[in-house]
């Protein structure tokens, strides 16, 4: 995928939430992961033309494993011009000796979250972009539907009352093979994935089932993620038409 097509996606889910407002300071959840850092070059080409003049600075909260090496991220991010800072955690730990729990994610998504959340204030941020793309609104609309009996998927933007920041999700159009095809063509500088449990999780799990889904049924995704977008899911703003 060319960056033109990444930012005609990226600004058509802008558009369409209200996700980005001028004067508004974004901190940019950087994994290290090939979502992430699309998600960076997309709202940093958007910057350069979007009629609503905002900031960005880009956030890794790192959970303290070994041999995690952020060097090409770091070059990245001063390539760009954009600021870059590293959260030093623990979270590693409490959660896999601390804690040993068998499903370790849930706790390791909301320190991650909070980690993510704290340094973003300090840094005078309002908002916090994720890098959700299509393939995860639609995995987490499965799972909730087979785990937890309901319709729902990620918002493409979430006032969070607590900590008065906006959590928005402009990759929320672009399918994972064309983030990959990005990654690819743009030699992004991914950083494996260090968890221990990656590829043997729920989410794995439903990424393997809507591959099968629409190999049986060729446009099934496309289906499906037209009726999240119409399905008036409790929590998901307006699309402005």
Request: glycine share 6%.
């Amino acid at each position: 995928m060319k960056l033109q097509r990444l930012l005609s996606f990226t600004r058509k889910a802008v558009d369409d939430y209200e996700m980005i407002q001028s004067g508004d300071k974004i901190a940019v959840g950087i994994s290290g992961g090939k979502d992430s850092l699309t998600l960076l070059y997309a709202l940093h080409g958007l910057m350069r033309f979007y009629p609503n003049r905002f900031s960005l600075i880009a956030i890794t909260v790192d959970l303290g494993y070994p041999d995690f090496h952020l060097d090409a991220v770091k070059q990245l991010c001063q390539e760009l011009e954009v600021p870059y800072y590293v959260v030093k955690t623990e979270i590693a730990r409490i959660v896999f000796e601390k804690n040993a729990l068998e499903n370790p994610c849930s706790l390791c998504a909301k320190l991650r979250k909070g980690a993510l959340n704290q340094k973003a204030l300090e840094l005078g941020c309002n908002k916090i972009a994720y890098a959700h793309h299509r393939d995860d609104i639609l995995e987490t609309m499965l799972l909730s539907m087979i785990f937890e009996g309901r319709f729902y998927a990620f918002s493409p933007k979430t006032y969070l009352e607590r900590t008065r920041l906006t959590v928005i999700r402009p990759l929320m159009y672009v399918a994972e093979a064309d983030v990959i095809g990005f990654m690819h063509k743009n030699r992004l500088p991914v950083v494996k994935n260090p968890c221990p449990v990656d590829g043997a999780t729920k989410r794995q799990y439903a990424k393997d089932l809507l591959r099968q889904i629409n190999r049986d049924n060729p446009g099934a995704k496309d289906r499906m993620f037209t009726a999240i977008l119409s399905g008036k899911i409790d929590g998901w703003p307006p699309h402005r038409t």
